[in-house]
């Protein structure tokens, strides 16, 4: 039985780091405990001597929980990569603190998110690996698999950033999948209970349907088996295909907040 099928089955302690996956290529969730439905996930994936945090958090919020927890698993500073898949403050802002602890880590982004990144207050000769817009950056793990990084163009940030973890086959899609939801579980049961939290977000957050399509059709070929979104909850292999075609269904952003004037409306009508 897999990892995320034996936590669905026995139960999960978000107190600590959560396995999500295992054997010599392993993913945890690193998340913190928050008052707010609006709550942020961090993963690490260890992989021999190539560690690498996704989307970290913010310094007052998260750092304390989401080191602390990293820390029971490995040395903090033995991380060697962290991915930040947009550079909202939710996501980016403890940046400053994990490279003081590893001067020598590589910082992951998009060239957009790299111009921002540095904001936070860090000095810009820090590493960076640079996740190309073409969509043909992969970085090597030491067990032969590689993470996969593919941009998500408006979904929200114009050169936002996911992962495809070749090994687990988890798909990391930051701020794509989340869910604000007060009754707030790590791993999704029921999807048609979850999708009612995820819709909100999606409509205000995401651009456009034609975004969320163009991404949808990107990742849909790849044989994902579990979606790790920076908010919400991680959705199951058994939920992974209706959730694709749900999000790739759904309208949001200016396709609702720029309707079409009642002339279109008509003339497209008359012209059915
Ligand atoms: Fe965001
Ligand atoms: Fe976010």
Partial sequence: MDQISSLMRNG??????????????QVYWVGSE????????AYLIV????????????????FPQVKKRVASIIPPESVTHIVLHHQDPDVSDSLPEWVKINPEVTLVATPRARVLLPYFGFP??????DA????????ELPSGSVLGFITAPFLHFPEALTTFDEASGFLLTGDIFAAIDPAWKLLVSDWETHWRSVVPFHVFYMASNRALAGYIDKVAPFPIKAILPQHGSVIPEQHVRKALEALRELPCGVDLLYPASNLESAISALLK
């Fill in 12 to 25: 999960v302690n978000t107190d600590e780091p959560v396995l999500l996956y295992s054997g010599d290529h």
């Fill in 47 to 62: 992989d021999g001597d190539v560690r690498v945090l996704f989307d970290p958090g913010s310094t007052m919020h998260h």
């Fill in 124 to 129: 810009h000769d820090v590493k960076w690996l």
């Fill in 34 to 41: 928050e008052a707010s439905p609006f709550r942020c996930n």
């Fill in 132 to 139: 190309s817009p073409n969509d043909n950056t992969v970085l």
